[in-house]
């Protein structure tokens, strides 16, 4: 039987184009719309002590990628070290919660650029009320601008890995340079205090129960590093590089969330910034504009936006590039393997992703935030099966090896360890109804109902995933026979 066709991606990625696309997809619009929310939840030093503490677990799992990704530089990501752990079944639930956490983060920054225009320009946002969904009020202005946004990147995406990895340079330079800006700011301002994070924690809460609730949130607020992988087979470069671009991209997003979390609570007494803010469209923008004025404003729109930028560009990079994988292994339909015959891109993974996504807005920014909580888990799901899996393959000493790309380094074998423990530690955080994180109802339906649509999925393509056989399946989904 003659072999499968299998599509290869072209090798147009440069080193610091891929920082980029993990350091801004891993920051978002997270930065700069939530720090007023992650007070709330936790006061200003959990917030920093939590972000920080999770980029720094982050990096730990970075290191089982960082081992996968060179012995293994193909697209795919998570569905791919699953695979080569656990088999074909394991692959696919990775996969599956995978793209359902990508599709949601894009859909997510499509709402972030509605509610920036919201708060910058109430008047022209605010026409065409359609319904309201959980107290969130849905215009057609706000749909009509988050579905302008998915279809622009789906077609600079469409346009080529090289044209999205330049521009995510570009926004992410804009972004670290507007965070500078808002930070000299709060500096040379009076209003704003250091005095002002006083109570560090939130009060009635424990220290450990207020950093706790913001760690949860480390794989959604850290999400985006993992983008490294999905674009491995397009570096132009030595595969070797790609755990030094994971840990300074989750350092440089650890330390613009954390920046953005002081300057948000400096402005004035936190507790009374919250009271001020509790009605507010966008708590971190007044806080802004309270010691820098319009100005203040204009440069965190620019930022938050270029920070909208970079998420939708890197998760359209993501999800297509996972979708192309699965489809490359015959668990998606065979559409999902195509390149586009001028860009060879894989458009139909990007296509797709825009038309789940532009669904998204009809809902309100209520119900998608639920839906983000829901998505952590899949991501946390993705980390247990990547540090899993390179677990298995690090040795504690020399002996007996059953595979070639088996490695002696105990030190590498701990951390993987401590990265499997720490994703199964995200998912009791989310999962245990009570852990101080824990989903919300809401949250725990969109689960199940996920997870019921990825069971009927399976059922109806299990035969034709499993008639492949071994070495063939190892050809389309690693480009090797053996490993």
Known sequence: MPRRERQKLERSLKPHWVWAIAFGSAIGWGAFVLPTDWIGQAGPLGVVIGILLGAALMIVIGVSYGFLIDKFPVTGGEFAYAYIGFGRLFAFIAGWFLTLGYLCIVALNASALALLAKFLFPNFVEQGYLYTVADYEVYIVQILIASLALIIFAILNIRGASFSGRTQFGFSMVLILGILILGVGAIISEDPSLANLDPVFKPGQTSIASILTILALAPFAYVGFDNIPQ????????????????????????????????????????????SQ???????????????????GVFIIAIA????????????????????????RARILPNAFRSLHSKYHTPYVGILFTMAICLIAPWFGREALLWVV???????????????????????????????????????????????????????????????????????????????????????????????????????????????
């Open 304 to 327: 938050v936006s270029m920070g909208i930028f970079t998420g939708l560009n890197g998760f359209y990079i993501s999800s297509s590039r996972l979708t192309f994988a699965m489809g």
């Open 231 to 274: 674009a491995a087979e397009e570096f132009k470069f030595n595969s070797k590089k790609a755990f030094g671009l994971i840990v300074w991209s989750l350092v440089a997003a650890g330390l613009a969330y954390s920046i953005m979390n002081i300057i948000a609570a400096s402005v004035m007494p936190w507790q009374a910034l919250l």
């Open 373 to 483: 909580d829901m998505s952590s888990t899949g991501v946390a799901i993705a980390y247990f099966f990547t540090t899993a899996t390179a677990y298995k393959y690090f040795r504690w000493s020399k002996g007996e090896t059953s595979s070639r790309i088996e490695t002696v380094s105990p030190g590498r074998k701990l951390l993987s360890l401590v990265g499997l423990i720490s994703s199964l530690g995200f998912l009791a955080l989310l999962l245990l109804p009570f852990s101080p994180a824990s989903l919300g109802i809401q949250s725990y339906i969109a689960l199940a109902l996920w997870m019921i649509l990825g069971i009927i999925f399976y059922l109806f393509n299990k035969q034709r995933y499993n008639s492949i056989d071994r070495k063939e399946m190892n050809y389309l989904i690693l480009e090797k026979e053996e490993f």
């Open 277 to 295: 803010t509790e009605n507010s469209v966008w708590g971190t923008g007044d806080a802004i504009e309270s010691y820098m004025g319009r100005t």
